[in-house]
Every structure is written in structure tokens, then in C-alpha cells.
């Protein structure tokens, strides 16, 4: 999932202009060596650009990080670009890496979407850096390729993909967390009761559209074990594996029912997120990543927003999707003093003083993906929630980091059941259509 994320995927991302930033390098010949001196009298210094998504709290945890890198490196300096989410900001991380303009250091997500850009052909491989024993395994086991290499440094923290909620509003109705889909609707129905918007949707930013489907994987796998197996071998299908066909009826549902806010068609991620703080709508299916981004359009609203995951049919399975982060990356085509440069940057988003200064623009909504990363006392509610599940063992990986398939379509087609042009029913075999042309794509057996 895009985010943002994720990913994608971590996530989340607000269509804004490209940023940028320069910070000057120092005078000092520092660790990179000996460069012959340019015009400007430097020995050893070195330009690199960072891109990064392009979300108020993107855009601003990137200006801390670089500002807390350069003081660290003054001998390198770091310029800010940002790019768009969804399906834009793909294609354009998949041209700049074809024509070899990709900058030195970039985000993107891991998973699935991942393996959909080559990295074995495109990405230098980390595995021989010393901060990779510190990594969480579900990051390291979703940033490998098939050729068993690590690519990417983590970016960011785990989150989960399920619903936030507006917790006064539970409060008042007397509302309790749902553990099943009946629960959920009935929750649904008491809030529309009382004249509320019981679920909001964004269909205005596209990728928002896919969490009732992907944030649905904890139930899939918990009535089909061994489901990434089989769907990736081309054995089971989304539209003939009824676990995997009800995120997609949920949609259908929940629509049907008059539930979504009116201007569903239209809102984008930002009125989503001020919605749910503001108690305007009470449910958000959304990735937990999003709500870094809370105090920038409800201030004072973030203890205001839960977090619990998309329930299913069994109480007794009731867990949370999880996006484990996103990955930062070299492109191959990096040498020499910059891609030293480079390596220099990744690392050091596994260092405290790294996530400390992502945390100020982004506040963290789960763990840090590296052990030597701790996080602050005063983080959401919704991290909280977010990391309660993790922590109880209650959670389970996106398909997307079990399987080197997604369909790259998938938002366009949870908007056209969200939109009754297409049922629940007929957007699943939609996606498996758009799965199976990805998956001929990346040739894997059993889809020809």
C-alpha cells in the first residue's frame, strides 16, 4: 500500500508541490576523504538529493532529519525533493529509475510494490551494512528480493491498517470497540441514529479506497493459513476464496447502507483525518499513519482518535493488519563519494538522533522498525492502540509483505464498488484480472 507508506503505503500522501532544501555544506574535509577542492574552496564535500512523499508531516520530518544529518556530516549536503502519492508518485519513481535520474536516496515502500521496481536490477544491496541485526525481521523479510538480498534502510514505523474512530463520540453512545463485522455495522447504525456520518471515505486521494481490502488480510489468513501460498502460485483467487471476497462486500455494504459521508466522492485524505479528530464522521478505515498528521488539521484533537483493526466474523481472531513500515533505497546508478554519502544517510535513520528528528515532523504511530530506536512517552493514543495489538501478539503482515503480488489497480476498482458502478463480487474478479497481469509481468508460475 501507498503510504505510506507504507509504503504502500508509509503513507499517506497529500498532493503538494516539490520542496526544496539546501543546506550548505561545511568547510571541513570530513569522512567521505579527499575530493580535489571546487570553486568554492570545499575539500571533500558532497550533494546528494533526498525524495520523499509529500504529506505536511513527510515534508516536515524530512527537513528535520536533513538539518539533524548535516550537523552530524557538515560535510555533506542534502537537497529535499518530495513526489505525489498513488499511482502518480509510482510511475514517476518507475521513470526517474529507468532513466537513471533517481536521487541518491529515495522513499518507497516495501512489499510487493517493491519487487515491482527490480531492485535486484535497480537497487544497491544492503545486507553487508552493519545496522542491519538491529532491524525488525517482518521489515527485513518484506525489503529482500528474491535473490534473498536486503535493499532498503527503515523509514519511519510500523502501523496498522484498520479503523480509527472518534472516541468521544463513543463515549456518548455507549459504544464499545466492535470484534465482529455485525458489531461493526451495529455500531454503524447507532451513530447514523444520531445523525452523525458513522463511516467517512476519501475518494478524492485514490489510494484511500483500498482499507477495507487490504487492512482485511488478519481475518483472510486466519480462516486460510496458508492463502499468500496459494494466491501467489495462482491457486486461489480473491473472487473464489469467500475469506478474501468480504473485504471487497464490505465496501458494497457499508455503502449501500448510507453510511459513507456525503461528500465521499470528492474529500481527500486531509478532510478524512479532520473529519474523525473533529468527531464529524466517527469511523476512517485508514492507515494508523495518517494521524501524524492530526495536529496539523484538528490541533489539540489527537487523544481524540482511536484505533482498532477491521473486524471479521470470530472474536476469537479478532488481530490487526500491519504495514511494517517503508524503506529507504540507492539506486544503482549512485557511485563513487555519493553513494558513500548515501549509505551515510540511510544509516542514519537507524540511530536515535535519526528517529528522533523524523519523530518531530512525523509523530511515530507504532514501534521503530530498529532496536536501537526508542520511542517518546507522548505518543497518540492511536500508537498506543497501534502497538497494544503488536505487542499481544494480535497481529498479522499485509498480503503485500507476503507475497510479491498487487495489483496496481486496486484503488480504481474499490472506488468503483464504493460507487455502485460494479458489486462487491464483480470488483473482486476485477482485481484478480489486475493481479494476474502483474503477476505475468514479474514471471511467476502457475499464472499463464
Known amino acids: 500500500m501507498r503510504s505510506s507508506k507504507s509504503g504502500r503505503r508509509s503513507a499517506a500522501l497529500t498532493a503538494l508541490a516539490t520542496v526544496s532544501m539546501l543546506f550548505a555544506a561545511g568547510c571541513s574535509a570530513g569522512s567521505l576523504g579527499s575530493s580535489e577542492e571546487g570553486a568554492g574552496g570545499e575539500a571533500g564535500a558532497v550533494t546528494i538529493t533526498f525524495l520523499h512523499g509529500s504529506t505536511d508531516t513527510d515534508v516536515a520530518s524530512a527537513k528535520a532529519i536533513i538539518e539533524a544529518f548535516h550537523a552530524a556530516n557538515p560535510n555533506i549536503t542534502v537537497k529535499d525533493d518530495s513526489r505525489p502519492g498513488g499511482s502518480d508518485g509510482d510511475n514517476l519513481v518507475k521513470t526517474r529509475l529507468s532513466t537513471g535520474e533517481m536521487a541518491e536516496v529515495f522513499v518507497y515502500n516495501n512489499g510487493s510494490l517493491l519487487q515491482a521496481i527490480k531492485p535486484e536490477q535497480n537497487l544497491v544491496p544492503m545486507d553487508d551494512q552493519p545496522w542491519v541485526s538491529t ?33 468521544p463520540t463513543y463515549k456518548k453512545l455507549g459504544l464499545e470497540i466492535p470484534q465482529t463485522w455485525d458489531e461493526f455495522m451495529k455500531n454503524n447504525e447507532e451513530i447514523k441514529k444520531a445523525g452523525i456520518d458513522p463511516v467517512i471515505q476519501s475518494y478524492g486521494e485514490t489510494w484511500t479506497s483500498q482499507l477495507f481490502v487490504l487492512g482485511d488480510y488478519h481475518n483472510v489468513e486466519a480462516q486460510v493459513p496458508d ?222
Not at 135 to 146: G, H, Q, R
Open 135 to 167: 532491524l525488525d525481521k517482518t521489515f527485513v523479510d518484506s525489503t529482500k528480493a528474491a535473490d534473498g538480498k536486503l535493499y532498503g534502510g527503515p523509514w519511519g514505523t510500523m502501523q496498522g491498517g484498520g479503523v480509527l474512530y472518534h472516541i
Open 227 to 448: 492463502f499468500a501460498a496459494q494466491y501467489t502460485a495462482g491457486k486461489m483467487k480473491y473472487a473464489n476464496t469467500p475469506a478474501a471476497l468480504e473485504g471487497f462486500k464490505h465496501i458494497q455494504q457499508v455503502q449501500e447502507a448510507g453510511y459513507f459521508n456525503k461528500n465521499y466522492r470528492s474529500a481527500e485524505l486531509n478532510d478524512g483525518i479532520k473529519m474523525v479528530a473533529e468527531g464529524k464522521g466517527v469511523h476512517y478505515p485508514q492507515l494508523g499513519g495518517v494521524t501524524a498528521n492530526i495536529e496539523n488539521v484538528a490541533p489539540g484533537k489527537s487523544n481524540d482518535v482511536g484505533f482498532f483493526p477491521l473486524p471479521g466474523n470470530d472474536p476469537a481472531t479478532f488481530g490487526l493488519t500491519v504495514w511494517p513500515g517503508a524503506g529507504l533505497y540507492i539506486p544503482k546508478t549512485v557511485e563513487g563519494d555519493k553513494l558513500d554519502a548515501a549509505k551515510k544517510f540511510v544509516e542514519f535513520m537507524t540511530t536515535q538522533p535519526g528517529c528522533d528528528a523524523l519523530a518531530k515532523g512525523s509523530p511515530p504511530t507504532g514501534p521503530f522498525l530498529t532496536s536501537n530506536c526508542k520511542l517518546p512517552s507522548d505518543v497518540s493514543q492511536a500508537a498506543k492502540d497501534t502497538q497494544s495489538y503488536i505487542e499481544s501478539g494480535k497481529a498479522s503482515p499485509a498480503l503485500e509483505f507476503k507475497s510479491p503480488i498487487k495489483g496496481p489497480a486496486l484503488e480504481q476498482i474499490c472506488i468503483q464498488v464504493g460507487t455502485r458502478q460494479v458489486s462487491g463480487e464483480k470488483g473482486a474478479a476485477l482485481y484478480d484480472e489486475d493481479v494476474k497481469k502483474q503477476a505475468q509481468q514479474l514471471g511467476l508460475p502457475g499464472w499463464e
